[in-house]
């Protein structure tokens, strides 16, 4: 059994996104391609719950008298469809317990060159969709006690070499802010403005041209949770980041790694980091 993702770069209107992701459940099962114990596939980029649904409530319709285990033809579904409870913090909490657990190798630490412990290690996030948000959101918690200093979307970036403080938007953001909710406000941000471009708690922004130029500013710990071959031959060699932790699936390309490695970078892989995802 495998775990595919469901995909789509830019959704359609809910309509035709409806209709197409359950005709494609029914391709999927024709061809031999979805169920239980078969192939059970997951969100990603573009989908969550919502798509997992429409598949799940598709598949045990027209093929539920089949499989009393219908209901598991899918992962990431919500809740009262059979879905598990924190399921989608998951990846982005494992991250943060993977790196944890790293930084507390002393003799590794010694040889990265930072000190042992997430205590104010800098973290920049690429990628703020259910991964980056999560886990820059623990990275921050007490618990971990981490410094968030840049978050990398699509369409721009920003940063804060301080910490992306929220204090000043908190009436904008329409909710009381502390330590633990600052990352919640710059996603409350993202989702009203369609952006992070403009959140007052940044003292530098990139344009949307220069959005991945921030994954070359200097951090301890720089965690790629978007797409695919984002640490790559052309931009490797200025990365300044001491570890590079795999939020998404493969960000870094062979190639880049061995730049990386060369360099003394750490990177630690997604078949690791980034596991939570199959809850």
């Known amino acids: 059994m495998s775990y595919p993702a469901i995909y789509l770069a830019t959704p359609p209107s809910t309509t035709f996104h409806r209709s197409w992701i359950r005709r494609y459940a029914v391709e999927l099962k024709k061809y031999g391609f ?6 059970v596939p997951a969100p990603d980029v573009g989908t969550g719950a919502r798509e997992m649904s429409w598949i799940c409530d ?8 089949e499989d009393v285990n219908a209901y598991a033809c899918v992962t990431g579904k919500p809740i009262t469809l059979g879905g598990v409870d924190g399921r989608t913090e998951a990846t982005g909490l494992g991250v943060c317990y993977a790196t944890k657990y790293f930084l507390g190798l002393a003799d590794e630490c010694k040889r990265v060159g930072v000190s042992p412990g997430l205590e104010g290690k800098s973290v920049i996030v690429q990628g703020f969709g259910n991964v980056g948000y999560h886990a820059a959101y623990f990275f921050e918690a007490r618990k971990f006690g981490a410094k968030v200093i840049g978050v990398i979307e699509f369409n721009g970036s920003v940063y804060n070499p301080k910490g992306l403080d929220v204090f000043s938007i908190c009436f904008t953001c329409k909710e009381l ?5 600052q990352i919640e406000a710059l996603k409350s ?10 959140f007052k708690g940044a003292t530098k922004e990139y344009p949307k041209e220069r959005a991945l130029e921030l994954m070359e500013e200097e951090c301890d710990l720089l965690v790629p949770a978007a797409l695919e071959k984002s640490v790559n031959r052309s931009n490797a060699d200025r990365i300044k980041a001491k570890i590079v932790v795999e939020g998404a699936n493969g960000p870094t390309t062979p190639y880049a790694e061995e730049i990386l490695s060369k360099k003394g970078v750490i990177v630690l892989p997604d078949m690791l980091m980034n596991a939570g995802l199959c809850a």
């Open 34 to 39: 979805l169920g239980p114990g078969v192939d």
């Open 58 to 65: 598709t598949f045990s319709v027209l093929y539920g008298m």
């Open 177 to 181: 802010i502390s330590r633990s909710m």
């Open 189 to 198: 941000y993202m989702t009203s403005h369609g952006s992070l471009l403009g």
